[in-house]
């Protein structure tokens, strides 16, 4: 009995010293099936792959470095935090752990240490376009889009088959109203054989940018192929409809953004838009009402329906319109005109003509607001200064002023 206790000792000893063996080999076996499960996108599987491989030797950075980029794939950036930080500890000489720890400070929004990461990593390497191209990122995030740019461009000089850097970039240079720089960025995408619906679409946009509208239209109709219910797409279609006087695409299109979002200001602000230049000015009106409605402030919309409600001889109404448009923008020029105008009708000349003033002011070449101040300054009996607007309405070439100054200035033609 004795003597089998002690062999019973003996193999369990020798179970033990072999699993101590064993279990750098069982370690690593784990650690290669999550990779495997982890490139094929697995993150679960990989996961919990990598806590065994951890457990069985929790002494390798590559394991807790490997563990963390799967947690960061599946939005787990605290943990993930702690595995690179982990890896770091172990072994701080690889340029990669900075890199992924850095992203991850990033989606934390911990910017500035995501900031001390990915320049130590530059730092150790600064061939890495990886990089380069997720400092970009960050200094994007951080609205330095200027940084950014010089970020994505060594990034690319580095790696030009990074596509998402020449997406990035083109994001940037639109920020900076560099539509046309965004453009070519997006072209390069585009020439790829992944070409993405969602670049077409950024593309189109840009186009609508820079008035290339017919271009624009191109672009935003094959990424609606394939999403169908993006309602920026469907409302930027609809706004390059309407600026090549389509209006009943535009209509149709805006409508579908609509269905996607009913509380979309700019669609119905666009709608409204169309509609006026149609002349269905009723319609117009209620489109610019449901705009006004979801954003207070729609300066555009204001100045729609007040253009609108004019053309209905709702002159007070409109008036109202152009005095809000007046009061979020006084630079909004065409709204004096039209107040003047709206002014003018009603009977109100003396409260027209300093509106005239603005326009003129503005645009010294205006020959039809001459001719408009100097009808008014006839009502209020200006007879002399009147005449002087005429004349100038004359000099500029806009033929009705002529009549004007025969009938009404005799005296200084003389």
């Known amino acids: ?45 990989a996961l919990e792959k990598f806590n065994r491989a951890i457990k069985l030797n929790p002494k390798r950075y590559d394991y807790y470095f490997k563990r963390g980029v799967t947690l960061a794939a599946l939005n787990n950036d605290s ?42 990593a530059i730092a150790m390497n600064d061939s890495s376009s990886k990089a380069y191209y997720q400092r970009g990122l960050l200094n994007a995030a951080t609205m330095d889009f200027e940084q950014a740019i010089k970020d994505y461009n060594r990034s690319i000089e580095l790696d030009g088959s990074n596509l998402e850097a020449f997406y990035s970039r083109g994001e940037s240079l639109a920020n900076l109203a560099d539509f046309k720089g965004a453009i070519a960025d997006y072209d390069k995408m585009i020439e790829g054989a992944n070409a993405t619906p969602e670049a077409y679409k950024k593309r189109g946009i840009f186009k609508l940018k820079i008035q290339d509208y ?57 709608k409204g838009g169309a509609l006026l230049r149609k002349g269905e000015f009723k319609q117009a009106v209620v489109a610019f009402n449901k705009a006004i409605e979801l954003k207070p402030d729609y300066l555009k919309a204001y100045y729609g329906r007040g253009v609108a409600r004019a053309f209905q001889k709702d002159y007070k109404g409109s008036i109202a319109d ?16 039209n107040r003047a105008v709206s002014k003018a009708i009603m ?35 200006e007879f002399k200064s009147g005449c002087d607007d005429f004349r100038k309405a004359v000099e500029l070439g806009y033929k009705p002023a002529e009549q004007m100054v025969n009938i009404y200035c005799p005296k200084e033609n003389k």
């Open 1 to 45: 009995m004795k003597r089998t206790v002690v062999i019973l000792v003996g193999l369990v000893i020798i179970a033990f010293a072999a699993y101590i063996l064993l279990k750098p080999r069982l370690a690593q076996n784990s650690y290669n099936e999550g990779l495997k499960l982890l490139d094929s996108a697995k993150y679960e599987l």
């Open 322 to 337: 152009f005095n809000k448009v007046i009061s979020i923008d006084p630079n909004y020029v065409q709204a004096y005109y």
């Open 214 to 270: 017919n271009g624009a239209i191109a672009d935003l109709e094959i990424a609606l192929k394939e999403l169908p219910k993006d309602e920026e797409a469907l409302y930027s279609l609809g706004d390059a409809f309407a600026n090549v006087q389509r209006f009943d695409d535009a209509i149709k299109v805006l409508d579908k953004a609509i269905a996607v979002n009913p509380k979309l200001p700019l669609a119905y602000g666009v």
């Open 347 to 381: 009977g109100n000349h003396k409260d027209a003509i300093p509106d005239y003033d603005v326009i003129i002011k503005a645009d010294p070449k205006n020959a039809e607001a001459y001719y408009n101040r100097g009808i008014s300054k006839m009502n209020v009996q």
């Open 79 to 120: 943990l993930a935090l702690a595995d690179f930080s982990t890896a770091i500890g172990i072994d701080s000489t690889h340029f990669e752990l900075y890199i992924e720890r850095g992203v991850s400070y990033r989606k934390l929004k911990q910017y500035s240490q995501a900031m001390a990461d990915l320049n130590r």
